[in-house]
């Protein structure tokens, strides 16, 4: 039931583009997406309802396939304070589920 | 303060005695979730509070785990016989509305070491 995400880490030079996936086995209602600092509380960037609604940062993009049960994050010219731990998190309607997490570590 | 609050921030205990950790959520915030991220791993999920219903407890990693959402605001987390496997950091987080469809805002975590 646990969304997979890839890829598990990513290293970049400040200025450069990534991609981060995640899917899920089951149809889903959303995705969520929250970034974690080291010893830091996970912090929101971005939900997509099914249907096509988003919510979040102005900065953040972000795709939901529904039909494939899968999402992608845009981070589009890095900065350094992109830096950290991407969780995306599932739901069917009720509960988040989180994935395993992406760790993303850019460089100057 | 405004964000969600947790109590204590750390707590060392001995192999075997219960444990109790609190989160104040956000006020008017229905819904409140118990997650659990030991070194390195990711959020796993415990228990899930939504307005009056029956809590989710399908995290649950065992019958030592439980919890309780009083008056609809502050939710206590109970480890009883507490296990070495059980060290990590317990975080909790409250949304508005219906789970799937709103941010949720975390606490700072509840570090729980067991010896």
């Known amino acids: 039931q646990q969304p997979v995400q890839s890829p598990q880490a990513v290293i970049l030079r400040e200025g450069e583009d990534a991609v981060i996936n995640c899917s899920s086995s089951?149809?889903?209602?959303?995705v969520h997406w929250y970034r974690q600092k080291h010893g830091e509380a996970p912090v929101f960037l971005m939900i997509l309802l099914k249907g096509g609604e988003q919510k979040g940062h102005d900065k953040i993009s972000a795709s939901f396939n529904e039909k494939k049960q899968q999402s992608s994050l845009y981070l589009t010219a890095s900065q350094l304070s992109y830096s950290g731990t991407y969780f995306c998190g599932t739901s069917r309607g009720d509960k988040l589920i989180f994935g395993t997490g992406t760790r993303l570590q850019v460089f100057p | 303060g405004a964000g969600v609050s947790q109590s204590p921030s750390n707590k060392v205990t001995e192999k075997g005695k219960d444990v109790e950790l609190r989160c104040d959520p956000i006020?008017?915030?229905?819904?409140l979730y118990w997650y659990r991220q030991s070194l390195g791993q990711g959020l796993e999920f415990l228990i899930y509070f939504q307005g009056n219903s029956a809590p989710d407890k399908s995290g649950l990693p065992s019958d030592r785990f439980s919890a309780e959402r009083t008056g609809g605001s502050v939710s206590t987390l109970t480890i009883q016989r507490t296990q070495q496997e059980d060290s990590a950091v317990y975080l909790c987080?409250?949304?508005?509305?219906?789970?799937?469809?709103?941010?949720?805002?975390f606490g700072p975590g509840t570090r729980l070491t067991v010896l």
């Open positions: 987080a409250s949304s508005s509305g219906l789970a799937g469809a709103n941010e949720q805002f």
């Open positions: 089951k149809a889903l209602y959303s």
């Open positions: 006020s008017g915030h229905t819904a």
